[in-house]
C-alpha cells in the first residue's frame, strides 16, 4: 500500500516544551503521540534560541533543511549544525540548548524509540538527488525539489510511505529516502 502525505494537509503543532512547532509527516503506530510513537517523522520550525523538547529513551537525526543552520549544545558539547541536507544523529533524552545562527531554520526530525524498533530497523536518512532504487517500508520527503516516486509528483514537503513494494525514486532536488520498518500486519500511518 502507498500513502501519499501532501505537505499541505499538515498542521502545525507546538513543541512539547512550547519553544517552537512541528507538523508531523508521519507516525506510527497511528495515532501515537509525543509520548508513545515507535517512530515519528515531522518537521520542526526553529525560531528562536532556546532548548529543545526532551524525549526520554528516544534516538533523532536532525537535517536542516532551511536557514542558515544552528550552534547546538548537545550534553555539554558543542555542535555547529551549519549545512543544510546533512543528517546529523543525536540522543533525544540528552539536553540540548539551540542557538541559531543567521535567522529562523526548518529540521527534519526522525526519532525513534529505543526498544520499541529492533537495532536492525533504526531508521536510517538518506538526502538524495537522481535516481535511486527503494525497498519497502520507505518513506520519501521531498525538499528542495520535485521528486517521482511511485507513480507520484511530489512538490516541497510532499511525502510519501511504501508499505512493502519497491519503488524507483527520481529526485529532481534534493530528497530524504528514510528506510522505516513496521510490522508486515501494520497499516501505514
Known amino acids: 500500500m502507498i500513502q501519499f502525505l501532501p ?36 518537521l520542526a520550525e526553529v525560531g528562536a534560541d532556546g532548548p529543545f523538547s526532551a524525549f526520554p529513551d528516544v534516538d533523532r537525526t536532525l537535517t536542516v533543511v532551511e536557514g ?34 543567521d535567522g529562523p531554520v526548518v529540521n527534519l526530525n526522525v526519532m525513534w524509540r529505543r526498544g520499541a524498533v529492533s537495532t536492525a ?18 518513506l520519501v520527503v521531498a525538499l528542495d525539489g520535485a521528486a517521482e516516486v511511485a507513480g507520484l509528483t511530489l512538490g516541497p514537503y510532499d511525502a510519501v510511505q511504501l508499505g512493502a513494494e519497491d519503488a524507483v525514486l527520481h529526485a529532481r532536488g534534493r530528497t530524504a529516502a528514510i528506510g522505516l520498518s513496521l510490522p508486515a500486519d501494520a497499516p501505514l500511518a
Do not use: H, Q
Request: aromatic share 8%; glycine share 14%; with cysteine.
Open 68 to 101: 542558515a543552520g544552528m550552534d547546538l549544545t548537545v550534553g555539554g558539547e558543542r555542535w555547529l549544525v551549519n549545512t543544510r541536507y546533512e543528517p546529523r544523529d543525536f540522543r533525544g533524552d540528552v539536553p540540548t540548548d539551540c542557538r541559531l545562527l
Open 121 to 138: 530497523v533504526v531508521p536510517t536518512v538518506a538526502v538524495v538527488r537522481g535516481r535511486l532504487r527503494l525497498g519497502g517500508g520507505a
Open 7 to 42: 505537505a499541505s494537509a499538515r498542521t502545525a503543532v507546538p513543541w512539547k516544551n512550547g519553544g517552537g512547532v512541528t507538523r508531523e509527516i508521519a507516525a506510527w503506530p497511528e495515532g501515537a503521540g509525543m509520548d508513545d510513537f515507535a517512530w515519528r517523522v515531522s
